[in-house]
C-alpha cells in the first residue's frame, strides 16, 4: 500500500510537471512606440506680400506670424513659424537683411553658435554640410544627433541682402528614439522648403 501511496504521488508529481512546461508564460515586451500614420507630401505656395522671401511648405502645416523671441518682439516684420500641429513640431524661421550692423561673418557665427555652443554637452554629434539650392541659394544644414531639442537647422544666404536661419523643434521632451522616425519625416518637408525658397 506504501508503494502504491508513493508511486501516486510520484505519478501526481510528474504528471504536474509535464503539465506545467507546456503551459503559456509571458516574456517581458519589448519596448516599442506608437504607430505613426504620416500624410501624404503635399505643398503649397508661401508668398506674402512685404516678405522678403516666398518658399514651398506642406499642406498638413500652418504659417504664423512670430510675435516673441525670448520674451522680446523679433528684429523685423518677417519671422514666421511653420507650425504642424499633427506632430507638435514647430519650424522657426527667422530673416535678417546684412547691413553693416548685421554683417554677415556675425549672422553666420551666430548661426553656428546655436548649433553647437548651445547642443554641444547634450549632443553626441553634429553634422554641417554645405547647401546649394536649384535657385543658386547657399547655406549650411546642421544635424544633430541624441536627446537634443532640435536635431534640424539651417541657414541660407545670398551673402550680400538675405540671410535666413531655420529650426525644427518639437513641443515634446527630447527623445532621439521617440522622435526619429517624425523627424525624418519632417526633415524632406525642411529640404523642400530649403530647396524652393527665393527671395524677392
Known amino acids: 500500500m506504501k508503494k502504491l501511496f508513493f508511486l501516486l504521488i510520484v505519478f501526481v508529481a510528474v ?9 503559456n508564460y509571458t516574456v517581458g515586451k519589448k519596448k516599442g512606440y506608437f504607430k505613426i500614420d504620416f500624410p501624404e507630401k503635399k505643398y503649397q505656395l508661401f508668398n506674402q506680400p512685404g516678405y522678403p522671401y516666398s518658399f514651398e511648405y506642406p499642406v498638413y502645416a500652418r504659417i504664423i506670424k512670430d510675435t516673441t523671441f525670448f520674451e522680446d518682439k523679433p528684429e523685423n516684420p518677417w519671422w514666421i513659424n511653420v507650425d504642424i500641429p499633427q506632430f507638435a513640431g514647430r519650424i522657426y524661421i527667422s530673416y535678417k537683411t546684412i547691413t553693416s550692423r548685421n554683417k554677415l561673418d556675425s549672422l553666420v557665427a551666430d548661426a553656428f553658435k546655436m548649433a553647437y555652443k548651445q547642443h554641444v554637452t547634450i549632443s553626441t554629434g553634429i553634422t554641417d554640410s554645405v547647401m546649394k539650392t536649384p535657385n ?5 544644414y546642421f544635424s544633430l544627433a541624441g536627446n537634443t531639442a532640435t536635431a534640424n537647422q539651417f541657414f541660407l544666404t545670398d551673402s550680400t541682402k538675405n540671410f535666413l536661419r531655420g529650426a525644427l523643434y518639437f513641443n515634446a521632451t527630447p527623445n532621439a528614439d521617440s522622435l526619429g522616425i517624425v ?9 523642400h522648403l530649403i530647396n524652393t525658397l527665393k527671395w524677392k
Open 15 to 23: 504528471t504536474f510537471i509535464l503539465v506545467s512546461c507546456n503551459s
Open 136 to 140: 543658386g541659394i547657399e547655406g549650411i
Open 183 to 191: 523627424n525624418d519625416f519632417l526633415k524632406q518637408d525642411i529640404k
